[in-house]
């Protein structure tokens, strides 16, 4: 596996330079979730990766990223996933996946699904290697800067697992939310802690995962915001639907690139208008 990470508390975040990304060609990994549940993150990701310069490319056949598949344990089946996957991707220059769940899973596991294949193993390390989260690349890559967003309100910000353990992604979005105009951040107690969706656990252990997000909604609750923003549509939809549940329907859940891309007025409707 690569080395090229470095430990930022119990955050394990890769070491990166920006770079000129003119004339690179980057794969936009849609993920199952958005592609199903949620397209507008999607468009909101092709949105801001080309303001911020990129080309843009979506593979037709790409399919899942396997996470569910390895983390009920089918080696087997998430190799053949696997292959398919770095097939799609592996002739960009970079990849960029607007989840840090799917994105971790890239970077962090496919290259162990390969031992003992030396070639696809140095297939899948090469793929890894080029793998962004959409958000830290954003910032980290491309040095971008939101221009002109305007939304009005106070938002709180969760923390995935997997973005923010896995990938040390944090600041990236804070940073760039920083940028909206009428929009404050009020910070989430338990910020990192997992919302209980978890793939397959809050299947398998939904009265866990129940119990873990009621305790996530206290604190979102808690903070008495407009909107509640994260990277990670799995654990968007998980709020967001407890939220629904329990009648906080005041409370609206975004993924951050929908607000960075100017989106969010257009989804919500006219009852949360920009100045």
């Not at 770095?86 to 970079?94: N, P, V």
Request: proline share 3%; aromatic share 8%; hydrophobic share 35%.
């Amino acid at each position: 596996m690569s080395d090229n990470y470095v430990n930022v508390g119990s955050v394990s975040a890769r070491t990166i330079e920006s770079v000129d990304i003119t004339n690179k060609r980057v794969g936009l990994f849609v993920t199952c979730l958005v592609n199903t549940m949620r397209p507008t993150v999607g468009f909101a990701a092709l949105d801001l990766l080309e303001q911020a310069g990129c080309s843009v490319e979506v593979p037709e056949h790409q399919s899942c990223c396997g996470q569910p598949a390895f983390n009920s344990g089918d080696d087997e089946g998430t190799r053949q996933i696997a292959y398919e996957t770095i097939k799609q991707f592996e002739e960009f220059d970079y990849v960029v996946i607007p989840s840090g769940s799917c994105a971790g899973m890239i970077i962090k596991n496919f290259a162990d699904l390969f031992e003992g294949q030396s070639e696809w193993q140095a297939r899948a390390q090469a793929l890894a290697d080029k793998t962004y989260e959409l958000l830290s690349f954003l910032v980290d890559i491309c040095n971008f800067v939101p221009q002109g967003v305007e939304l009005e309100g106070t938002y709180t910000y969760h923390d995935s697992c997997s973005g923010y353990r896995s990938l040390g992604v944090y600041e990236q979005p804070r940073k760039m939310l920083s940028e909206v105009s009428g929009l404050e951040h009020n910070p989430l107690h338990g910020h990192s802690e997992c919302c209980g969706f978890g793939g397959t656990f809050c299947v398998k252990y939904s009265d866990i995962s129940d119990a873990i997000v009621e305790e996530k909604i206290e604190n979102v609750l808690d903070t008495k915001v407009d909107y509640l923003l994260g990277g990670d549509m799995g654990c968007l939809m998980n709020m967001a639907g407890k939220l629904n549940r329990e009648g906080h329907s005041e409370i609206k859940a975004l993924h951050t690139a929908e607000v960075l891309a100017d989106m969010a007025t257009e989804i919500l409707g006219d009852g949360h208008a920009r100045k």
